[in-house]
């Protein structure tokens, strides 16, 4: 079995212990923009380890993806790192928005997991959300017991699953009649997330817009506005809608021109939101896995909504 240490080496486990034998003490201070690249690094030598031991055949995605991520969580948000001699070992990120306290990622090298290092991370980045003003603190987590307990233990308890969804749609949904779509203007997504979320989310719409490229839509019904989505490589999300009987017009307008940008349609959708589950479902896209949200309180509207992945709600 091999691991991965701080220099970015597979080594054996005998390694690992002998490093730990001489290591020096860990130190935890906020991240910078500097960090970025060594953070990216302790992301995906963590997700490789979980991907193997779920026996998880995903592909990692690019650095590049991951550091507009980074980037938008340093620059809107709150992360730490830990560190020993030097090296950064684990990170942790959170976005406030209003009462809304998101972790973004909590991740450890392998050799530095279940040895007391993560905790205090968390606490930091916990305690910076108080000091910002969030009273309801969530997460998406993974099926990873040791994380799992870290997020309840902070009083992050199960919540949903979240449901992840691939496929190509059979039948290819049409808009119903009644509906039209334009272009999503930025103050009409902040509106809707204001009713839907409690926030407004105005830093994370112009990341969505101008950084990660995607494509946002609005769902128009009778002149009046009913929901808004985003679309980018088959994937969607994040979504939401202002009465359940809208929910099917803007999934068909979301899937619809989903199934045009990408061989295959992704979306990930809460677990009590039922009417996104059975569309889903009825179109033909396969269950492909599931994660966790984890909250110490109930959030407003989630059969409403549909997320838009682990980085940011």
């Known amino acids: 079995m091999t691991t991965i240490l701080f220099d970015g080496q597979a080594t054996n486990q005998g390694d690992a212990d002998r490093y730990w034998a001489t290591a020096g003490e860990v130190a935890y201070r906020p991240a910078t923009p500097e960090d970025i690249p060594e953070m990216i690094s302790v992301f995906l030598a963590a997700l490789a380890d979980l991907n193997a031991r779920q026996n998880n055949k995903a592909a990692l995605p690019l650095r590049s993806v991951i550091a507009v991520d980074f980037e938008h969580g340093l620059e809107t948000g709150s992360y730490q790192v830990a560190e020993i001699d030097g090296s950064i070992v684990a990170i942790a990120g959170a976005i406030v928005r209003d009462r809304l306290w998101f972790l973004s990622g909590f991740w450890a090298v392998p050799a530095a997991q ?30 990873d017991p040791a994380a799992m307990a870290a997020y309840m233990k902070m009083g992050m308890l199960p919540g949903s699953q979240i449901l992840k969804f691939e496929g ?57 506005i009913a929901g808004y989505y985003y679309v980018r490589n088959g994937k969607i999300g994040p979504a939401g809608w202002t009465e359940p009987r809208h929910a099917p017009a803007l999934l068909a307008a979301a899937v619809g021109e989903a199934a045009q940008t990408a061989p295959a349609v992704r979306l990930s959708v809460p677990g009590m939101n039922h009417t996104a589950l059975r569309y889903a479902l009825a179109v033909g896209l396969r269950l492909t896995g ?15 909504y549909l997320p838009s992945g682990p980085a940011l709600f």
Not at 114 to 137: C, N, S, Y
Not at 290 to 304: G, K, S, V
């Open 290 to 304: 599931f994660a966790h949200l984890l909250t110490n309180a109930p959030l407003l509207r989630l059969p409403y």
């Open 114 to 143: 279940h040895r007391g290092i993560g905790m205090p991370l968390l606490r930091r980045v916990w305690q910076d959300g108080k000091e910002a003003g969030a009273t309801i603190f969530f997460t998406w987590a993974s099926s």
């Open 168 to 224: 190509v749609p059979c039948p290819v949904p049409a808009l119903p009649v009644g509906y039209e779509v334009s272009p999503l203007e930025p103050a009409v997504a902040m509106a809707l997330d204001l009713i839907i979320l409690g926030t407004q989310r105005r830093d994370d719409h112009t990341f969505w817009r101008c950084r990660a490229g995607l494509v946002g839509r609005e769902l128009i019904h009778e002149g009046q």
